[in-house]
């Protein structure tokens, strides 16, 4: 059975710095571009950041270049997200999701065709 389950969500100032982490079971790492995602009320899910361990490849939205950064551990089958200075408009629902390699810009971008998804968690960011 696949899971995905994301922790690290929380309630941060803005400017302020949170790591979210996401455990994987039941696939291999290394065969899957994984990612996250997230959705704010009353706005459509965004691609925040993908990454594929096994050929170097990463994805970052043009609203977290620079302040967010991915990586993986694929030992660990996690996915971590390092996000620093965040804003007000970093608030939202986090879901790391996954999908077998490789994936469209489609995909990458709007979650659309993704394979497995976590419960999410949230990340609210205080002005």
């Known amino acids: 059975e696949v899971q995905l389950v994301e922790s690290g969500g929380g309630l941060v100032q803005a400017g302020g710095s949170l790591r979210l982490s996401c455990v994987a079971s039941?696939?291999?790492?290394?065969?899957?571009?994984i990612g996250w995602f997230r959705q704010a009320p009353g706005k459509e899910r965004e691609g925040v950041s993908c990454?594929?361990?096994?050929?170097?490849?990463?994805y970052y939205a043009d609203s977290v270049k620079g302040r967010f950064t991915i990586s993986s551990d694929s030992a660990k089958n996690t996915l971590y997200l390092l996000m620093n200075s965040l804003k007000p408009e970093d608030t939202a629902v986090y879901y790391c999701?996954?999908?077998?390699?490789?994936?469209?810009?489609?995909?990458?971008?709007?979650?659309?065709?993704?394979?497995?998804w976590g419960k999410g968690t949230l990340v609210t960011v205080s002005s």
């Open positions: 999701a996954a999908v077998r390699r490789p994936a469209t810009m489609e995909t990458v971008t709007t979650g659309y065709g993704m394979d497995y």
């Open positions: 039941g696939f291999t790492f290394d065969d899957y571009v």
């Open positions: 990454i594929s361990s096994s050929d170097f490849y990463t």
